[in-house]
């Protein structure tokens, strides 16, 4: 006959086991939620802007040089370039009639070299208004009535082709709001336009630039060297995926439903060129031998491995972030010129061995958040030091990051868009002004002779010059 007492230890013991299991997967929630508490944007792909004021507080000041502040002996002075003669509108000459010191007269004195100075000046602003009387007229015979056509070159609404390419200026590359882009156009210019008019005069500018947007788009395309990325957009309070586009020549933006792998491959349509993106595995059907994994990216994930409180983990962050920072420097030897190439691809070479080794390591850890990690980068082997082999390609994605910032900005200020019209609106003129100013070209110009093609059914003027 089984004793009571065995019976009661024996239940009493699957109970202690039932409990430790919870008490196991409380600890492990308790540091998973510890470890999102401790995240910030030195550990992980969180903004900077995100960080808490203690954690701005935390972040490592970078060592001073020891320097005082402003131009440094043998710097080389930035003066301003006087306007060209022909452009100077009004000269004035004087003369100075007595010594500034002892008052004596200067008529018959040593005639020096002047000493010029040009004064700016903005002339009072009289914006042209065109009055068309269109004549009507109805027919005797079928009683329709027949309006006169405007001439050519002026288009449906309220704006002209300059007034149009200015408020592309202050709504698409310098992010005013419309409320306040309606108020500086009626106190600067003595424009009265409405809320409404103003968002049709975006769709019409959206209109105009959709051949240049288009042209960036296979110049980006083409490149043999591109940066991916994506952030979040929103359309009428509702999810939308933000798409950046990046070469040397062209920036193009591009606004989906979602950030999923069947929307980049009809973003960026050809698999051409080496791609330079994270690790999302919306890219994978990118081949891996024609990618390069953003370096910074993975650095942030060494720098929450040392943060952690697994010795094994912390020492294997160190280890990794030692070998990181290792060939990171040769790379910016070499791209300084104080470094070459060959030496850059033989310490390649030497750490590499030592890399995939620590991260073999991390796996077999078997650490949740690390284990994990570690194997998605040891798949992404071939992906992770093409920059230092192949010319035009970097070791992170801070090229698409900082193009993609001002949009980011835009939509803090803007709430994203509340119309297809708007998405398209955003997409273009953000790209035709990233990439205007990739070649030093003037952004409002391009605008006006953009928007006087539209009005004339002419051809888009070419966004990118011919021997970029």
């Given at each position: 006959m089984e004793d009571p007492r065995d019976a009661?230890?024996?239940?009493?013991?699957?109970?202690?086991?039932?409990?430790?299991?919870?008490?196991?997967?409380?600890?492990?929630?308790?540091?998973?939620?510890e470890a999102r508490l401790n995240q910030s944007s030195r550990n992980s792909s969180k903004p900077p802007s995100s960080d808490s004021p203690a954690q701005r507080q935390?972040?490592?000041?970078?060592?001073?040089s020891g320097r005082k502040r402003g131009g440094q002996p043998g710097h080389r002075g930035h003066e301003r370039t006087l306007v060209p003669p022909e452009r100077v509108d009004r000269r004035i000459a004087r003369e100075p009639t007595r010594c500034r010191r002892c008052n004596e007269d200067l008529c018959n004195a040593e005639r020096l070299e002047p000493l010029i100075r040009q004064v700016a000046e903005i002339p009072a602003v009289l914006v042209h208004v065109t009055e068309l009387a269109l004549g009507?007229?109805?027919?005797?015979?079928?009683?329709?009535?027949?309006?006169?056509?405007p001439p050519p070159g002026v288009g449906p609404g309220m704006c002209g082709p300059r007034l149009m390419a200015l408020v592309g200026l202050l709504t698409g590359a310098?992010?005013?709001?419309?409320?306040?882009?309606v108020a500086l156009l009626r106190d600067v210019?003595?424009?009265?336009?409405?809320?409404?008019?103003?968002?049709?005069?975006?769709?019409?500018?959206?209109?105009?630039?959709?051949?240049?947007?288009?042209?960036?788009?296979?110049?980006?395309?083409?490149?043999?060297?591109?940066?991916?990325?994506?952030?979040?957009?929103?359309?009428?309070?509702?999810?939308r995926a933000l798409w950046v586009l990046a070469c040397s020549a062209a920036t193009v933006f591009s606004i989906s439903a979602d950030a999923t792998a069947s929307a980049v491959r009809r973003f960026v349509r050809f698999t051409r060129g080496v791609l330079m993106s994270d690790r999302g595995?919306?890219?994978?059907?990118?081949?891996?031998?024609?990618?390069?994994?953003?370096?910074?990216?993975?650095?942030?994930?060494?720098?929450?491995?040392?943060?952690?409180?697994?010795a094994r983990v912390k020492l294997l962050g160190e280890n990794l972030l030692v070998l990181a920072r290792a060939h990171l420097s040769a790379w910016h030897d070499a791209r300084d010129g104080t470094g070459s190439r060959a030496d850059l691809q033989r310490l390649v070479h030497s750490l590499e061995h030592y890399f995939i080794a620590h991260l073999e390591r991390g796996m077999a850890l078997q650490v949740r958040g690390v284990s994990g990690v570690c194997q998605n980068i040891l798949d992404h082997r071939e992906a992770l030091f093409t920059y230092a082999f192949v010319d035009g390609v970097e070791p992170t994605n801070n090229h698409a990051e900082r193009e993609i910032r001002?949009?980011?900005?835009?939509?803090?200020?803007?709430?994203g868009t509340q119309s297809e019209r708007g998405d398209r609106y955003a997409e273009r003129v953000m790209t035709v002004v990233h990439t205007l100013r990739k070649h030093d070209r003037n952004v409002f110009s391009f605008l006006v002779d953009a928007c006087a093609a539209f009005v004339l059914g002419n051809p888009a003027p070419s966004l990118i010059p011919a021997d970029a």
């Open positions: 009661r230890i024996a239940q009493l013991e699957a109970i202690v086991a039932e409990q430790q299991k919870t008490i196991e997967k409380l600890l492990a929630r308790i540091a998973d939620l935390a972040r490592p000041d970078k060592p001073g009507r007229r109805r027919c005797h015979r079928c009683s329709t009535v027949t309006c006169a056509q310098y992010h005013l709001s419309r409320r306040s882009t210019l003595g424009v009265d336009i409405s809320l409404g008019c103003l968002s049709q005069t975006e769709g019409k500018i959206a209109n105009a630039l959709a051949v240049p947007h288009k042209e960036a788009l296979g110049h980006a395309r083409a490149a043999g060297a591109k940066n991916l990325d994506a952030t979040t957009w929103a359309r009428s309070g509702q999810y595995s919306q890219f994978g059907f990118w081949a891996m031998n024609k990618r390069q994994i953003c370096w910074a990216h993975l650095i942030r994930k060494f720098v929450a491995f040392t943060e952690s409180n697994d001002g949009f980011v900005l835009w939509r803090k200020q803007s709430f």
